[in-house]
């Protein structure tokens, strides 16, 4: 006899719970699977981001270089009032033997520096993107001054324009 057909005295057949029960338990199974993987990838991530933080705690802390202040006139056009320009820069190096090297390449920087502000109109320091631009040009100047050692950064400790 197959199942849909009725059994004697006109019932219909009972249906077999089995197949039901089948479902239920592979659904359980699912939400177990995924609910664990979903909680192991939570833990075991959060674990991997304190790891990463106190890794990057354990650098070494940067150094810094002062370079002497200067004072530069600024170019400016015929019949306009001379206007000057005082910087105080530090550079950013990543060791201190590196501020051994640089000590002593200083007159050197500081007359890179120099001539490339020597150069510069009032327009071309105004605003953010002004000093933006400054900072990138001058961090290149001085690595290309400095060849095996890398400045990470120029940092300005004071601008004026007068």
Known sequence: MADNEQAE???????????????????????????????WFFLFRHHDDEKHAEAK???????????????VNLVNGPGERVQYLK??????LKDEKQVEVVKPSMPRVIDIFQTYLRELRPTDING?????????ELTKRVNVALLPIQVNAVLFKEIVVQ
């Open 9 to 39: 005295g006109g019932a219909p057949a009972p249906v077999a719970p089995k197949g039901k029960l089948k479902l239920i338990i592979a659904v359980v199974v699912v939400l177990l699977v995924v609910g664990g993987g979903g909680g």
């Open 57 to 71: 705690v354990e650098k070494p802390p940067l150094v810094f270089v002062e370079v002497p202040d200067m004072l």
């Open 87 to 92: 910087v105080k820069v530090v550079l950013e």
């Open 128 to 136: 953010s993107a002004g000093l933006y631009r400054l900072k990138e």
